[in-house]
């Protein structure tokens, strides 16, 4: 017998495998004065962030990973990149949460880690086809029969998953800052095929 997980969400997950540098902590803590209120936490006023030559390598790092979930994940034939649009840096301190979201007007969105306690951090995905309204009491759950399913994290992860999908923090535990760097991205290049008349040309 085989159970396939047909139509599967693909969760990226990889580290960067660095300490961060000095420059990059340093601007990391001068953003924290430089926020807006969310629903339950706080993110930088600068939604560019990536822009800033102190994340110039990080920047790098990220659009290597996020063109590698392409080529590994979706398959273009076509010669398509992925950019990255949006980003902005989010802190979450203990009490505080993240509600639950998606990321119109984007196809992979990403968090990058740069404070997170593996010991209390999660980020926690709804799953988009699971509505049972006549539902058994779970004896264990597993990737099919759950509503939610969550990842631990640790600092210097990365996660990139389809934009779509619906995520969010849960109430913060533990006394540490989290620092998150989240990401919206598009595509550039060919879409589509002129004899199929789907051609879409984004530059």
Request: one cysteine or more; hydrophobic letters at 30%.
């Amino acid at each position: 017998m085989i159970i396939n997980s047909l139509f599967a969400t693909p969760i990226y997950k990889t580290n960067i495998d660095r300490a961060f540098t000095k420059k990059e902590l340093e601007f990391v803590n001068k953003q924290k004065k430089h926020c807006i209120k969310n629903k339950g936490n706080f993110n930088t006023k600068n939604n560019y962030i990536l822009n800033n030559k102190e994340f110039k390598n990080i920047k790098e790092f990220l659009g290597t990973c996020c063109n590698d979930y392409l080529h590994k994940v979706i398959c273009p034939k076509n010669n398509v990149k992925l950019y990255i649009t949006q980003s902005w840096l989010n802190y979450t301190e203990k009490n505080q949460y993240h509600h639950k979201h998606n990321h119109p007007n984007s196809i992979i969105s990403g968090v990058f880690y740069l404070n997170a306690d593996n010991k209390n951090d999660t980020i926690t995905f709804t799953n988009p086809n699971h509505v049972m309204q006549i539902k058994p009491t779970i004896k264990e759950h597993n990737i099919w029969n759950s509503d939610t399913w969550w990842y631990p994290l640790e600092t210097g992860e990365l996660i990139l998953f389809p934009s779509t999908t619906k995520h969010q923090v849960d109430i913060k535990k533990g006394n540490n800052i989290r620092v998150s760097l989240a990401f919206n991205t598009f595509y550039k290049g060919t879409l589509g095929t002129s004899t199929g008349l789907t051609e879409l040309n984004i530059i």
